[in-house]
């Protein structure tokens, strides 16, 4: 049996795939199962940002790997501790906390439910939670129920109805349509500084210092999907740096680059006081309010990190 026959027979048919069964990857190239090498421009799908095993990220991992494979989070690592520290004082370089997951979905699964937190401290007049967060056409958050939902395209939804309430999709880059963007029940913005499954469209300065302005009036989350164009993919570590840096968004998230290849996402929550009591934002979720088997060691270790 054939590499492909084998998918055709055994793997689930959710990808279609090019003919090509690939084998080795080092920097740049890669080679297939015949031996021919080829230059990789997609690398992954926009994850491997230090290239094909590169050594030191390779050998990150097998230290780790030697040492401890996986702990829970119902114990420290420090691993987990210092790649936290890394984020928030090198990548973000604002006050706040980070929760480490598997994937991308999973990272903006976990900015939604902050954001309904968050909504039950800030309700509506009638005292119920607010619960809609405003996300874009042509975004892509990802396949969860949860981030699924939250993507302002048909085509990923269909076939899989009734979505998840609480979503509304708005023109992005449209600030006339941010006029009657809030209602009593909206809770945030969800958007990409960079879309980019969608088409690739550039959040403009002037749109997100909008979002901004209203997320201030209206006591609202202002959240960034950087799950693929951060990282240093836009130049800057993160995105809307490298658009409106003065911007100090309250959730974030990311994956793909951030791992170089090694499945890790995050999402991350600001320190801002959200009331007069100064509860900070990122003690809304405490202990109980979310969870991962695998988020406990980061095989990241920052040490091998900057290159
Ligand atoms: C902007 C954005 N958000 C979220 C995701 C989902 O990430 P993952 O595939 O790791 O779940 C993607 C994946 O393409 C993405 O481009």
Not at 81 to 100: D, R, S, W, Y
Not at 136 to 161: E, P, V
Not at 286 to 296: C, D, I, K, N, R
Request: net charge negative; hydrophobic share 40%.
């Amino acid at each position: 049996m054939t590499t492909p026959e084998r998918f055709e027979e055994h793997v689930l048919g959710t990808y279609g795939r090019f003919p090509l069964t690939l084998v080795e990857g080092m920097g740049t190239r890669v080679t297939d199962d015949a031996g021919r090498g080829y230059l990789d421009f997609c690398m992954g799908i926009a994850v491997c940002s230090l290239g094909h095993c590169h050594p030191r990220m390779v050998a990150a991992i097998r230290e780790q790997a030697g040492k401890l494979i996986h702990v829970s989070n119902l114990y420290y690592t420090d691993s987990q501790g210092l790649l936290a520290e890394e984020m928030n004082l090198h990548h973000i370089g604002l006050p706040g906390k980070n929760f480490f997951s598997n994937s991308g979905a999973e990272a903006n699964d976990g900015l939604i439910k902050s954001a309904r937190r968050y909504g039950h401290l800030k309700t509506q007049a009638d005292g119920k939670p607010r619960f809609e967060v405003v996300t874009f056409q042509q975004s892509f958050h990802g396949r969860t129920l949860g981030s699924m939902a939250a993507t302002g395209q048909a085509k990923i939804q269909q076939g899989f109805d009734p979505m998840l309430p609480g979503f509304r999709y708005l023109p992005f880059n449209d600030i006339a349509a941010l006029e009657n963007a809030v209602r009593d029940e909206t809770v945030g913005f969800l958007l990409e500084p960079v879309q980019g499954e969608g088409g690739i469209h550039v959040a403009s300065a002037e749109f997100l210092r909008a979002l901004d302005a209203l997320r201030k009036k209206h006591d609202l989350l202002l959240m960034f999907d950087e799950v693929q164009a951060g990282f240093g993919r836009c130049g800057e570590a993160m995105a809307w740096r490298a658009i409106a840096p003065e911007i100090e968004p309250d959730g974030i998230s990311w994956a793909k680059g951030m791992g170089g290849g090694v499945p890790i996402g995050a999402f991350w929550l600001s320190d801002r006081a959200v009331d007069e009591k100064g509860t900070q934002l990122s003690s809304l979720m405490g202990p109980g309010s979310h969870g991962s088997t695998y988020g406990a060691i980061r095989w990241s270790a920052p040490q091998h990190w900057r290159f």
